[in-house]
């Protein structure tokens, strides 16, 4: 893995089959990978693998053993430069103890799911945005805060601007940042804008040095 790196983590707790649910994804939480022994050993606090959010400790750093029999997905940022790199992983490391907001966790649940039964347009305008205090997070908020900090794209919305330096009249397609708060981890899956990296194929996977047992035949009864 490389710092920058978004993992994403099937759970298998009451909240990660919750947040499964809700999100009708296989991802219930993501982590950022920091990178080891940055800066001597230390940087704001981090010094070893991932920043995630965690329900009970918060904004906490762990290593690789934390994920370990999860099923799992890294998603890669293209094209960063590596001072915008070395920014996203400090505003993670900047935030090592925050509480993790659960009254997002609710405001996700009203937004996704229909109900009350409103039109999802008018969804978005009923939200708390979580807590609205500036030391609570969720994982993938704060992923989407860091990335959009340095205005890289997860997935933004398209609209329209007017634009008189091109013409009279003329408009433009912008692009347009969601409220960090909205995003879930599968929102990183799902974004084109992030590579999906397979540790096998990195590694130069041949499909000529594989070993295959016989196939045994499948016998079907009278």
């Known amino acids: 893995m490389r710092p920058g790196d978004v993992l994403l983590v099937e759970g298998t707790s009451r909240i990660s089959t919750a947040?499964?649910?809700?999100?009708?994804?296989?991802w219930s939480h993501a982590a950022l990978y920091v990178?080891?022994?940055r800066a001597g050993g230390s940087l704001h606090?981090?010094?070893?693998?991932?920043?995630?959010?965690?329900v009970v400790e918060g904004v906490r750093v762990v290593g690789f053993?934390?994920?370990?029999?999860?099923?799992?997905?890294?998603?890669?940022?293209?094209?960063?430069r590596q001072e915008d790199i070395e920014a996203v992983v400090e505003f993670m490391c900047q935030r090592v103890g925050y509480q993790y907001d659960l009254c997002n966790i609710f405001d996700?649940?009203?937004?996704?799911?229909?109900?009350?039964?409103?039109?999802?347009?008018?969804?978005?305008?009923?939200?708390?945005?979580?807590?609205?205090?500036?030391?609570r997070a969720i994982c993938s908020t704060l992923i989407a805060q860091a990335f959009q900090a340095i205005d890289y794209p997860i997935l933004p919305?398209?609209?329209?601007?007017?634009?008189?330096?091109?013409?009279?009249g003329c408009r433009r397609r912008v692009l347009k940042k969601r409220h960090y708060t909205l995003f879930t981890?599968?929102?990183?899956?799902?974004?084109?804008?992030?590579?999906?990296?397979?540790?096998?194929?990195?590694?130069?996977?041949?499909?000529?040095?594989?070993?295959?047992?016989e196939e045994e035949r499948l016998v079907i009864p009278d």
């Open 185 to 213: 981890p599968r929102d990183f899956d799902f974004s084109p804008y992030f590579l999906i990296v397979k540790p096998i194929l990195e590694a130069g996977f041949t499909p000529y040095a594989l070993s295959w047992t």
């Open 45 to 54: 606090g981090c010094s070893d693998e991932f920043v995630e959010a965690d």
């Open 157 to 168: 919305e398209h609209v329209w601007k007017d634009d008189e330096s091109l013409c009279q």
């Open 108 to 135: 996700l649940a009203r937004y996704l799911l229909p109900i009350p039964p409103v039109p999802s347009r008018w969804r978005r305008r009923m939200l708390g945005l979580g807590s609205g205090e500036p030391t």
């Open 35 to 37: 990178g080891k022994g």
């Open 19 to 26: 947040i499964k649910y809700l999100t009708q994804s296989s």
């Open 65 to 80: 053993d934390e994920f370990r029999g999860y099923n799992l997905r890294i998603c890669r940022p293209v094209g960063l």
